[in-house]
T-cell receptor
Framework: DAGITQSPRHKVTETGTPVTLRCHQT?????MYWYRQDPGHGLRLIHY???????DKGEVSDGYSVSRSKTEDFLLTLESATSSQTSVYFCAISETPGTGGAWLGEQYFGPGTRLTVT | TQLLEQSPQFLSIQEGENLTVYCNSSSVFSSLQWYRQEPGEGPVLLVTVVTGGEVKKLKRLTFQFGDARKDSSLHITAAQTGDTGLYLC????????????FGSGTQLTVLP
Protein backbone atom coordinates (compact mmCIF):
# COMPACT_ATOMS: atom_id res chain seq x y z
CA ASP A 1 0.00 0.00 0.00
CA ALA A 2 1.13 3.55 -0.77
CA GLY A 3 2.27 5.34 2.38
CA ILE A 4 -0.40 7.99 2.78
CA THR A 5 -1.86 9.09 6.08
CA GLN A 6 -4.45 11.71 6.87
CA SER A 7 -5.08 13.48 10.14
CA PRO A 8 -7.35 13.82 11.88
CA ARG A 9 -9.54 10.91 10.74
CA HIS A 10 -12.66 12.45 12.27
CA LYS A 11 -13.44 16.00 13.30
CA VAL A 12 -16.50 17.87 14.49
CA THR A 13 -16.28 21.64 14.47
CA GLU A 14 -18.55 24.64 14.69
CA THR A 15 -19.53 26.99 11.90
CA GLY A 16 -17.07 29.86 11.55
CA THR A 17 -14.04 28.11 13.03
CA PRO A 18 -10.87 27.45 11.05
CA VAL A 19 -9.95 23.84 10.31
CA THR A 20 -6.75 22.32 8.90
CA LEU A 21 -6.50 18.81 7.53
CA ARG A 22 -3.14 17.18 6.95
CA CYS A 23 -1.99 14.70 4.34
CA HIS A 24 1.38 13.02 4.75
CA GLN A 25 3.11 10.74 2.22
CA THR A 26 6.26 8.65 2.41
CA UNK A 27 6.44 7.89 -1.35
CA UNK A 28 8.21 11.08 -2.48
CA UNK A 29 5.56 11.57 -5.16
CA UNK A 30 5.39 14.96 -6.84
CA UNK A 31 1.63 15.31 -7.19
CA MET A 32 -0.80 15.57 -4.29
CA TYR A 33 -4.54 16.17 -4.41
CA TRP A 34 -7.41 17.06 -2.09
CA TYR A 35 -10.90 15.79 -2.92
CA ARG A 36 -14.23 15.91 -1.17
CA GLN A 37 -16.77 13.12 -1.51
CA ASP A 38 -20.48 13.71 -1.07
CA PRO A 39 -23.43 11.42 -1.87
CA GLY A 40 -24.40 11.66 -5.52
CA HIS A 41 -21.34 13.73 -6.46
CA GLY A 42 -18.51 11.25 -6.48
CA LEU A 43 -15.08 12.73 -5.86
CA ARG A 44 -14.62 16.41 -6.61
CA LEU A 45 -11.19 18.02 -6.80
CA ILE A 46 -10.60 20.92 -4.39
CA HIS A 47 -6.93 21.79 -4.95
CA TYR A 48 -3.85 19.99 -6.10
CA UNK A 49 -0.09 20.45 -5.92
CA UNK A 50 2.50 19.64 -8.57
CA UNK A 51 5.51 20.42 -6.39
CA UNK A 52 6.66 22.23 -3.27
CA UNK A 53 4.93 25.62 -3.17
CA UNK A 54 3.22 24.85 -6.51
CA UNK A 55 -0.55 24.52 -6.22
CA ASP A 56 -3.60 25.04 -8.39
CA LYS A 57 -7.36 25.18 -7.97
CA GLY A 58 -9.75 22.38 -8.72
CA GLU A 59 -13.44 22.25 -9.43
CA VAL A 60 -14.67 23.23 -5.93
CA SER A 61 -11.95 25.43 -4.45
CA ASP A 62 -14.08 28.24 -2.99
CA GLY A 63 -13.70 28.41 0.81
CA TYR A 64 -10.55 26.29 0.83
CA SER A 65 -6.84 27.03 0.74
CA VAL A 66 -3.82 24.75 0.61
CA SER A 67 -0.13 24.82 1.36
CA ARG A 68 2.78 22.58 0.54
CA SER A 69 6.05 23.54 2.15
CA LYS A 70 7.56 20.03 2.00
CA THR A 71 7.24 17.22 -0.53
CA GLU A 72 5.67 14.92 2.02
CA ASP A 73 2.98 17.22 3.46
CA PHE A 74 -0.08 18.84 1.86
CA LEU A 75 -2.38 20.86 4.10
CA LEU A 76 -6.00 21.79 3.41
CA THR A 77 -7.45 24.72 5.35
CA LEU A 78 -11.03 25.80 5.73
CA GLU A 79 -10.63 29.41 6.81
CA SER A 80 -14.14 29.67 8.24
CA ALA A 81 -15.99 26.37 8.15
CA THR A 82 -19.59 26.24 6.93
CA SER A 83 -22.17 23.46 7.13
CA SER A 84 -21.87 22.96 3.35
CA GLN A 85 -18.29 21.82 3.94
CA THR A 86 -19.46 18.82 5.94
CA SER A 87 -18.03 15.98 3.88
CA VAL A 88 -15.46 13.22 3.67
CA TYR A 89 -12.10 14.57 2.49
CA PHE A 90 -9.58 12.39 0.67
CA CYS A 91 -5.98 13.06 -0.13
CA ALA A 92 -4.34 11.35 -3.09
CA ILE A 93 -0.85 11.17 -4.52
CA SER A 94 0.46 10.48 -7.99
CA GLU A 95 3.88 9.60 -9.30
CA THR A 96 6.21 12.07 -10.88
CA PRO A 97 5.89 11.87 -14.67
CA GLY A 98 8.67 9.91 -16.30
CA THR A 99 10.90 11.19 -19.06
CA GLY A 100 9.57 8.73 -21.61
CA GLY A 101 6.18 7.25 -22.40
CA ALA A 102 2.73 8.37 -21.37
CA TRP A 103 2.13 9.50 -17.80
CA LEU A 104 -0.95 7.68 -16.62
CA GLY A 105 -1.45 9.80 -13.53
CA GLU A 106 -2.65 6.88 -11.45
CA GLN A 107 -3.66 8.08 -8.02
CA TYR A 108 -3.35 6.45 -4.62
CA PHE A 109 -5.67 7.55 -1.88
CA GLY A 110 -5.44 8.06 1.83
CA PRO A 111 -8.06 6.69 4.26
CA GLY A 112 -10.06 9.93 4.42
CA THR A 113 -11.13 12.47 7.03
CA ARG A 114 -14.76 12.74 8.01
CA LEU A 115 -15.51 16.39 8.82
CA THR A 116 -18.77 17.54 10.37
CA VAL A 117 -19.51 21.26 10.67
CA THR A 118 -22.35 22.00 13.10
CA THR B 1 -16.42 21.23 -17.58
CA GLN B 2 -15.90 17.67 -18.77
CA LEU B 3 -18.32 15.20 -17.27
CA LEU B 4 -18.29 11.48 -16.72
CA GLU B 5 -21.57 9.67 -16.39
CA GLN B 6 -21.76 6.27 -14.75
CA SER B 7 -24.66 3.88 -14.96
CA PRO B 8 -26.42 2.38 -13.25
CA GLN B 9 -26.12 4.43 -10.08
CA PHE B 10 -27.17 1.46 -7.92
CA LEU B 11 -27.07 -2.27 -8.69
CA SER B 12 -28.12 -5.15 -6.44
CA ILE B 13 -27.61 -8.70 -7.64
CA GLN B 14 -27.37 -12.25 -6.33
CA GLU B 15 -24.06 -14.00 -5.90
CA GLY B 16 -23.08 -15.84 -9.06
CA GLU B 17 -24.75 -13.43 -11.48
CA ASN B 18 -22.91 -11.41 -14.11
CA LEU B 19 -23.09 -7.63 -14.40
CA THR B 20 -21.82 -4.71 -16.44
CA VAL B 21 -21.42 -1.09 -15.41
CA TYR B 22 -20.74 1.79 -17.75
CA CYS B 23 -18.79 5.03 -17.88
CA ASN B 24 -19.49 7.57 -20.63
CA SER B 25 -18.31 11.00 -21.66
CA SER B 26 -18.83 13.34 -24.59
CA SER B 27 -15.08 14.07 -24.61
CA VAL B 28 -12.12 11.91 -25.53
CA PHE B 29 -10.07 10.49 -22.68
CA SER B 30 -6.27 10.45 -22.70
CA SER B 31 -6.57 7.55 -20.28
CA LEU B 32 -9.22 6.10 -18.01
CA GLN B 33 -9.01 4.39 -14.65
CA TRP B 34 -11.36 2.26 -12.60
CA TYR B 35 -11.32 2.34 -8.80
CA ARG B 36 -13.19 0.38 -6.14
CA GLN B 37 -14.07 1.91 -2.81
CA GLU B 38 -15.26 0.10 0.29
CA PRO B 39 -17.10 1.83 3.16
CA GLY B 40 -14.84 3.94 5.34
CA GLU B 41 -11.85 3.63 3.02
CA GLY B 42 -10.28 5.50 0.14
CA PRO B 43 -10.66 4.36 -3.47
CA VAL B 44 -8.24 1.67 -4.67
CA LEU B 45 -7.00 1.60 -8.25
CA LEU B 46 -8.09 -1.48 -10.23
CA VAL B 47 -6.90 -0.78 -13.76
CA THR B 48 -5.83 1.89 -16.26
CA VAL B 49 -6.76 1.74 -19.96
CA VAL B 50 -5.13 3.91 -22.56
CA THR B 51 -5.67 2.55 -26.07
CA GLY B 52 -9.02 2.64 -27.89
CA GLY B 53 -10.53 -0.85 -28.02
CA GLU B 54 -8.27 -2.09 -25.24
CA VAL B 55 -9.50 -4.95 -23.07
CA LYS B 56 -7.91 -5.80 -19.72
CA LYS B 57 -8.78 -8.65 -17.42
CA LEU B 58 -8.27 -8.84 -13.69
CA LYS B 59 -9.46 -12.27 -12.53
CA ARG B 60 -13.28 -12.11 -12.93
CA LEU B 61 -13.27 -8.42 -13.90
CA THR B 62 -13.05 -7.38 -17.55
CA PHE B 63 -12.45 -3.76 -18.47
CA GLN B 64 -13.05 -2.43 -21.96
CA PHE B 65 -12.15 0.94 -23.43
CA GLY B 66 -14.30 2.17 -26.30
CA ASP B 67 -12.78 2.47 -29.76
CA ALA B 68 -13.30 6.24 -29.73
CA ARG B 69 -11.95 6.52 -26.16
CA LYS B 70 -15.15 8.19 -24.93
CA ASP B 71 -16.57 5.30 -22.94
CA SER B 72 -15.61 2.28 -20.88
CA SER B 73 -17.28 -0.70 -19.29
CA LEU B 74 -16.56 -3.02 -16.40
CA HIS B 75 -17.95 -6.54 -16.56
CA ILE B 76 -17.91 -8.85 -13.54
CA THR B 77 -18.43 -12.56 -14.08
CA ALA B 78 -19.95 -14.70 -11.33
CA ALA B 79 -20.12 -11.92 -8.78
CA GLN B 80 -19.13 -12.64 -5.20
CA THR B 81 -20.12 -10.85 -2.00
CA GLY B 82 -16.57 -9.52 -1.79
CA ASP B 83 -17.20 -7.54 -4.98
CA THR B 84 -19.60 -5.28 -3.08
CA GLY B 85 -18.47 -1.67 -3.19
CA LEU B 86 -18.56 1.64 -5.01
CA TYR B 87 -17.02 1.45 -8.47
CA LEU B 88 -15.66 4.73 -9.78
CA CYS B 89 -14.34 5.58 -13.19
CA UNK B 90 -11.94 8.48 -13.60
CA UNK B 91 -10.68 10.02 -16.81
CA UNK B 92 -7.81 12.18 -17.86
CA UNK B 93 -8.67 14.53 -20.67
CA UNK B 94 -6.20 16.23 -22.97
CA UNK B 95 -5.72 19.78 -21.70
CA UNK B 96 -6.23 18.67 -18.09
CA UNK B 97 -3.29 16.34 -17.89
CA UNK B 98 -2.61 16.89 -14.18
CA UNK B 99 -6.15 16.12 -13.08
CA UNK B 100 -8.60 13.27 -13.02
CA UNK B 101 -12.34 13.77 -13.44
CA PHE B 102 -14.36 11.23 -11.48
CA GLY B 103 -17.77 9.85 -12.21
CA SER B 104 -20.32 9.67 -9.40
CA GLY B 105 -19.95 5.91 -9.17
CA THR B 106 -21.97 2.70 -9.27
CA GLN B 107 -22.86 1.26 -5.87
CA LEU B 108 -22.81 -2.52 -6.27
CA THR B 109 -24.32 -4.84 -3.68
CA VAL B 110 -23.86 -8.58 -4.13
CA LEU B 111 -26.27 -10.57 -2.01
CA PRO B 112 -25.44 -14.06 -0.70
Amino acid sequence: DAGITQSPRHKVTETGTPVTLRCHQTENHRYMYWYRQDPGHGLRLIHYSYGVKDTDKGEVSDGYSVSRSKTEDFLLTLESATSSQTSVYFCAISETPGTGGAWLGEQYFGPGTRLTVT
Amino acid sequence: TQLLEQSPQFLSIQEGENLTVYCNSSSVFSSLQWYRQEPGEGPVLLVTVVTGGEVKKLKRLTFQFGDARKDSSLHITAAQTGDTGLYLCAGRFSGSARQLTFGSGTQLTVLP
